[in-house]
């Protein structure tokens, strides 16, 4: 029995993998991890598909110094630069999503954190997306505080996303006004308000597949059942615009070992999917079974109706994901 299959087993069985075993599937080959980690997939989640929107509410100017983003102050891109998006147009492009059969809907907005009155303009946003439509609603505000993420989730909050982006380790080498601790405290701040949260990172910024793993692993210890993995798009105008683009095979790999670290989450290809030649069409074969359609926050994205399709003829159903 390979390494791989003793580990497929041993996940089947309920039992989680170690660091050393995770590390071990990435010189297993591709075909039969993607296989195995796919057949995991089907074992915990069967042929559920949680596919959401967003909606970049607020952008441009951001005070942190991230060097993959386009929207940071410190880096010039010439992203659009705008204030808090009104509730109503907010609510509108809710329902949009809702008319296009996407079950859940997200708010993102730029900066360190919001104000608490920028937080109540959005908890009247989310008053309205819940009134108007039947949207689950997500919110993306940066590091707030257990206080702001219970008025929000009065508001009609169900989950919070917030990235870790990276492993501990390689953390101050993607940004050094917050820290990762910065990124966990909001984390378990969201959870302490009763949230669910989806928090995930991006692949390419110059990490090892250790630090994959270890960030894996910490979400794992966090609870996380939602985990975005972004695929770093090289923007002009930042520090990481030169960095060589991840290879189709490189993401099916990392997607692969994430289904085996984390059997039962929402694996969900986010940013950069539309890199990809096939628009993650493998991925989903390799262990995914979550995505963010529709535009990015400023980079287009895969269009609802093209993903639908693709997702019917995978078999998948569009259906939440566990909290």
Do not use: W
């Not at 969900?268 to 963010?292: E, H, V």
């Amino acid at each position: 029995m390979t390494d791989m299959q003793r580990a497929k087993e041993k996940v089947l069985a309920g039992e989680p993998i170690t660091r050393q075993e995770a590390l071990r599937l990435y010189g297993q080959p591709l075909g039969e991890l993607c296989e195995a980690a796919d057949e995991i997939r089907r074992h915990f989640c069967s042929n559920g598909f949680d596919l959401c929107t967003i909606i970049n509410g607020k952008s441009g100017q951001c005070s942190e110094n991230c060097r993959f983003c386009a929207q940071s102050a410190h880096n010039h891109t010439g992203a659009a630069e705008y204030p808090l998006l009104p509730a109503g147009e907010i609510a509108a492009q809710a329902k949009e999503s809702e008319r296009q059969g996407v079950l859940r809907f997200s708010i993102v907005t730029s900066g360190r954190r919001l104000s608490d009155r920028e937080v109540e303009a959005m908890c009247e946003a989310v008053r309205q997306i819940r009134r108007e439509t039947s949207l689950s609603v997500c919110i993306s505000f940066g590091l707030l505080g257990e206080a702001q993420y219970r008025m929000l989730k009065e508001a009609g909050v169900s989950r919070v996303h917030n990235n870790l982006e990276t492993s501990r380790r390689n953390f101050p080498n993607i940004c050094t006004t917050h820290t990762f601790d910065d990124k966990v405290a909001a984390v378990r701040a969201a959870q302490a308000a009763g949230l669910s949260v989806c928090s995930g990172g991006i692949m390419g910024l110059g990490e090892t597949p250790e630090d994959r793993i270890d960030m894996a692993l910490t979400l794992r210890e966090l609870g996380i059942r939602s985990i975005p993995v972004n695929m770093l798009n090289p923007i002009p105008g930042t520090p990481f615009a030169q960095n060589e683009r991840l290879t189709a095979q490189e993401m099916r790999r990392i997607v692969a070992v994430y289904r085996f670290l984390l059997p039962e989450a929402s694996i969900r290809l986010a940013g950069g999917r539309g890199l990809l030649p096939d628009k993650g069409k493998s991925c989903f074969r390799s262990g995914a079974n979550a995505a963010i359609s529709g535009d990015m926050l400023t980079t287009a994205g895969i269009t609802v109706e093209t993903d639908k399709k693709l997702l019917e003829e995978l078999g998948f159903e569009v259906k939440y994901g566990r909290e």
